[in-house]
């Protein structure tokens, strides 16, 4: 069952979606610009069920959305492919404290820490990639992008890109030219492109996320959509 919280000095409730006794591995779920954690909650579930020993966190956003309702990384009013990468770069401080207060709230560090973004969440949890320092070992994008393609080699386990080919928002090419420079820098990247799947955390890219992960821990996909 799920529950808001502002456990470990969090600015805007959160919502854990599954505490197990003890956390072995954290989930923490991005959520895209003008919504909220709820908008995670179906895609946190799945994840839970497949690795019921991790605690897994549909996490707000520190702003309110200056273009609609709802909670926002950064401000798209005004965006271009100039100045992305400085919004981008002046909310990460945030990003990674707000990383750093839920792993030590589920006792775990960056090695045992998945983050799973949407949209321009999956844009913080690409670019967080960049830092000397990651503050996750790995990486989910959906339906997300690099501000800009990454020049060095990521210090991470891997980076899992998934995308419909019906988005209309955030263009497939960005997540396969990312696919295709991660992979030319040696990093471990996997790219998913379905079809009959648009702008959102569908539960056909969660499946695929959920098998990649199960191979990584050595388990059978569980919590199939």
């Keep these: 069952m799920s529950n808001t919280t502002q456990a ?14 003890r956390a ?14 709820e908008s995670m909650v179906d895609s946190g579930r799945r994840l839970a069920a497949a690795d019921p020993e991790a605690m897994v966190v549909a996490v707000a956003s520190p702003q309110p959305a200056d273009i609609s309702a709802g909670r926002q990384w950064f401000s798209v009013r005004g965006v271009t492919e100039e100045n992305r990468q400085a919004r981008v770069d002046a909310a ?19 090695a045992q820490t998945l983050i799973v973004g949407f949209s321009q969440g999956g844009i913080m949890a ?18 997300g992008r690099y501000a800009t393609l990454p020049e060095h ?29 991660l992979r030319s820098l040696g990093a471990t990247a996997t790219l998913d492109i379905l079809p009959g799947v648009g702008h959102e955390p569908h539960p056909l ?17 569980a919590g199939r959509g």
């Design 8 to 21: 470990g000095g969090m600015p805007s409730p959160s919502i854990i979606v599954a505490r197990p006794g």
């Design 24 to 37: 072995v591995r954290l989930v923490l779920l991005m959520h895209g610009v003008g919504s909220v954690p």
């Design 205 to 221: 890219l969660l499946a695929r996320l959920i098998e990649h992960l199960s191979e990584h821990l050595g388990e059978r996909p």
């Design 153 to 181: 080699k990521p210090a991470v386990a891997a980076i899992h890109l998934l995308h419909g080919v019906a988005d209309t928002v955030m263009a497939p090419q960005l997540a396969e030219a990312a696919a295709q420079r």
């Design 126 to 143: 690409l670019e967080s990639t960049r830092l000397a320092q990651p503050p996750a070992l790995r990486v989910a994008s959906l339906a």
């Design 92 to 110: 990460m401080p945030g990003f990674v404290s707000i990383v750093g207060l839920w792993q030590q709230e589920a006792g775990v560090g960056p």
